[in-house]
């Protein structure tokens, strides 16, 4: 070896043994490898937001969107809202602590905060805050000066804002608080049905806590507007969104009605997103999100600060399934990367079984350490916006953008999110999305893994009871009390509840909207298989085994969705043995598995067999019937067809619709 090599720089690497490759030369090399298949069809997917993706992107295609890629920090923030990104301020690890007694809680938060959580964070509605004790007793020991708040407080944020600040005061610490104590009336009002009081009254509270943020504790956000409502109704990238947008809107164009500019309206509000399973969407919606913001505070004539939108974001609870919930570990990891690349400023991840039971230290620690790990391990915190720059993300960005701003121009054409949502329009649009996604999973055109695909049929169900659902307790009318925050205090300190506070606000004009209700996309799966006992399918695997494998494998997956007892074997002889087998099984279906060649010979003798020897007994077929022969299919006792288009769900309701269990 040559000593001085060492020395000798390396050569560059270039691609010059390659010749260009344009987007033709590719297709035809694409078409030819399809064999027949129509490229349009079997390469481009078209996503729920009506999106088509490609399956290749160019920089021509691109380039009308990379034309704005600037640095990240600079106007229209494309690429972040901090010129450093998490170099300069990593994103804030908030892990909510949704403990229903406020003394468990407050043992879960300093564990989290000792353990890596950085931010504050719980939801109002799900610890139980009734009192100015129960805030004391939620936050003992716990430094706000060092630690910022991510607090959701409901439909108005005013009481707990002034129990925080009591609490404050009582333990002498005078640190203004910093970070999120919001209020989302609009949100909270599409998840519940109604507005208990008037909108206005709701404006006129936050404008209310507004005032006293920005006097006391200017770092601190009173507005917190939360798309999870639309998310967990089954929405998609662009409507929640849009949606959560639009609110975001209406509030500001309420703070300027009661005297606020656009600016100092803009600077009190987060936002709350969801990270759905699509993993390159999220990060464009994210991406999408922030230029979006800063065109519609442009276009309000706000600053700079103003146009730089607070984003936080939470792991999806629409996409969570109670079947084997540890993929759910798996599902929250991509969907927190998607956030980080992204570029959220904080981030909360349900932890594996939050949709089974009140989550435990374990699923907790797991939950906590996924975003820990990419802070620590993963070195996430570098690069700045590394999705910048790709030309598929840059494209779907730009196309999400397009998309969300014609969304909110809809919005407001009808008077905005408020009017929208009071006409139903915005409820409609995501039922529709909702179906739709329900129709995909019971196709098997999307896949659950562990639930609509792959289910574990060894599984046992993990143990333990569901959080309880806190509810407030009834409030008590409080004469002249005034919206002061310290006033407020200094009620709760002589024995008003929180509940009485909101009461006091109440002007007695509230109004129904039509409810978004929550849904999980594996729900009908899930009621499915917790329906079904002790329910056999025998599959009637015709000639050897290379001639029935593949359809058997198909059909034993395609059952143990809904948690049948598959019984396999390794392929029958004749007509007679399999009839014989099948009924002697004693099983709720036969499948009958081979090829399409031999279905002709044998599906009508297997078919009348079973059905003359076992009338009770569904018959199927493994694969879709070719049109000449299903006639005789049917007529021979055929029941259902079983494919790759096929309807899972709806086959395998009619079987327990057919035993009476549902």
């Known amino acids: 070896m040559d000593t001085n090599s060492k020395n000798e720089p390396l050569a560059p690497v270039t691609f010059d043994e390659f010749e260009p490759t344009s987007y033709e030369v590719w297709k035809a090399a694409a078409i030819e490898s399809l064999k027949g298949g129509i490229f349009e069809k079997k390469l481009f997917t078209k996503t729920p937001e009506g999106i088509v993706l490609s399956p290749i992107y160019t920089e021509e295609e691109a380039a009308p969107y990379k034309e704005r890629l600037g640095f990240p920090g600079a106007a229209d923030f494309l690429r972040g809202t901090k010129t450093a990104g998490y170099a300069e301020e990593p994103w804030k690890i908030a892990q909510e602590v949704e403990v229903h007694d406020p003394a468990e809680a407050n043992k879960v938060l300093l564990e989290e905060l000792n353990k890596g959580t950085t931010a504050v964070s719980f939801d109002a ?4 805050l009734d009192t100015l004790k129960d805030v004391e007793t939620l936050l003992n020991e716990v430094q706000l000066r060092y630690a910022p708040l991510s607090v959701y407080a409901g439909a108005t944020a005013l009481p707990l804002i002034s129990a925080i600040a009591k609490r404050q005061r009582n333990v002498g610490d005078d640190a203004p608080l910093t970070g999120c104590v919001g209020a989302d009336p609009i949100g909270e009002a599409v998840k519940k049905g109604g507005f208990d009081s008037s909108f206005d009254s709701y404006m006129d509270q936050m404008a209310t806590t507004l005032k006293f943020a920005s006097h006391h504790a200017p770092d601190l956000k009173t507005i917190f507007v939360q798309s999870s409502v639309y998310h967990n109704g089954g929405a998609n990238a662009i409507q929640e969104a849009a949606a959560a947008l639009a609110t975001g809107l209406a509030y500001i164009d309420a703070m300027m009605d009661r005297g606020y500019t656009v600016d100092q309206a803009a600077e009190h509000i987060r936002f709350n997103f969801c990270l759905g399973p699509n993993f390159f969407m999220e990060i464009a919606k994210l991406r999408a999100v922030r230029v979006v913001w800063a065109q519609l505070m442009q276009a309000y004539g706000a600053g700079e600060k103003a146009q730089c939108i607070d984003v936080f974001a939470e792991t999806s609870q629409f996409t969570t399934t109670l079947y084997d919930p540890y993929v759910n570990v798996l599902r929250a990891t991509t969907q927190a990367f998607s956030g980080v690349v992204g570029g959220v400023s904080g981030m909360k991840v349900l932890p594996f079984d939050a949709a089974v039971r009140e989550s435990d ?21 570098s690069p700045v916006d590394p999705a910048g720059g790709s030309w598929y993300v840059e494209t779907l960005t730009g196309q999400l953008g397009e998309a969300i701003w014609n969304q909110i121009q809809k919005i407001q054409a009808q008077g905005g999110m408020l009017a929208a949502l009071k006409a139903g329009t915005v409820q409609s649009e995501i039922a529709a999305t909702l179906a739709d996604r329900f129709k995909r999973l019971a196709t098997r055109q999307d896949r659950a893994v562990g639930t609509n695909m792959y289910p574990n049929m060894s599984e046992k169900p993990l143990e333990g009871a569901k959080a309880p659902v806190y509810e407030k307790p009834q409030g008590k009318a409080i004469p002249e009390l005034g919206t002061c925050p310290k006033a407020i205090g200094e009620a709760l300190e002589n024995g008003a509840t929180l509940e009485d506070i909101a009461a006091s606000f109440a002007d007695g004009k509230g109004e129904e909207i039509t409810a978004i209700l929550p849904h999980r996309w594996t729900e009908q799966y899930e009621a499915l298989r917790k329906a079904t006992e002790d329910y056999i399918a025998k599959l009637c695997n015709m000639g050897p085994i290379p001639q029935h494998k593949a359809r058997a494998d198909f059909s034993a997956s395609f059952m143990e969705v809904a948690h049948f007892d598959v019984l396999r074997n390794n392929g029958f002889a004749t007509v007679d043995e399999a009839v014989d087998a099948a009924v002697a099984s004693g099983a709720d279906v036969a499948i009958i598995c081979s090829t399409d060649d031999t279905y002709p010979e044998l599906v009508p003798p297997v078919a009348r067999g079973i059905k003359a020897k076992a009338p009770g007994m569904k018959v199927f077929l493994a694969g ?6 299903k006639a005789s299919y049917d007529e021979a006792g055929v ?4 494919h790759v288009r096929a309807n899972c769900l709806a086959i395998l309701t009619n079987i327990q619709k057919g035993k009476g269990i549902i």
């Open 125 to 128: 509605d799900a610890v139980k």
């Open 624 to 629: 879709a019937p070719a049109p000449e022969c």
């Open 361 to 381: 230290g374990f699923s907790r620690r797991i939950a906590r350490n996924i975003q820990v790990m990419m802070q620590e391990e993963f070195n996430l915190l």
């Open 639 to 642: 029941d259902e067809y079983i």
